[in-house]
């Protein structure tokens, strides 16, 4: 179950969302046991987002959340990929993104909970 937003300062266009989506539903997989199926997204672009007392560059802020957890190797390895897709579609530099992650222990879906 697992849920990722994005924050951007700048635009996402039309063929960059799919670009993201299909990027990162192929990225969760590298925390085990997540797949594309059961993940959900969503972007925000155009945010008014200051770091480290400026606005003069594009900046991102994602948080991702699972249902369990992972090993810090798996969430290194998310990071990475997280922050090269974001680099690649949106030429966000690395070294202005934030991932957060947020194991969760309990998850409601369908009336229910896992």
């Not at 179950?1 to 266009?13: D, H």
């Not at 192929?26 to 085990?32: G, R, T, V, W």
């Not at 606005?55 to 991702?64: E, S, T």
């Not at 969430?75 to 949106?90: G, P, Q, V, W």
């Amino acid at each position: 179950m697992p849920y990722i937003k994005t924050t951007v300062s700048n635009e996402i266009s039309p063929a960059a969302q799919e670009a993201l989506k299909t990027k990162l539903g192929q990225a969760i997989a590298l925390i085990p046991g997540k797949t594309e199926r059961w993940l959900m997204l969503e972007f925000q672009d155009n945010a008014r987002m200051y770091f480290q007392g400026g606005n003069g560059a594009d900046y991102a802020f994602v948080q991702v959340s699972l249902f369990g957890g992972a090993s810090d190797a798996a969430y290194d390895r998310l990071t990475a990929a997280i922050s090269e897709i974001l680099n690649e579609e949106l030429a966000i530099d690395r070294a202005n993104i934030y991932i957060t992650y947020q194991p969760l222990e309990h998850w409601g879906w369908n009336g229910s909970n896992f």
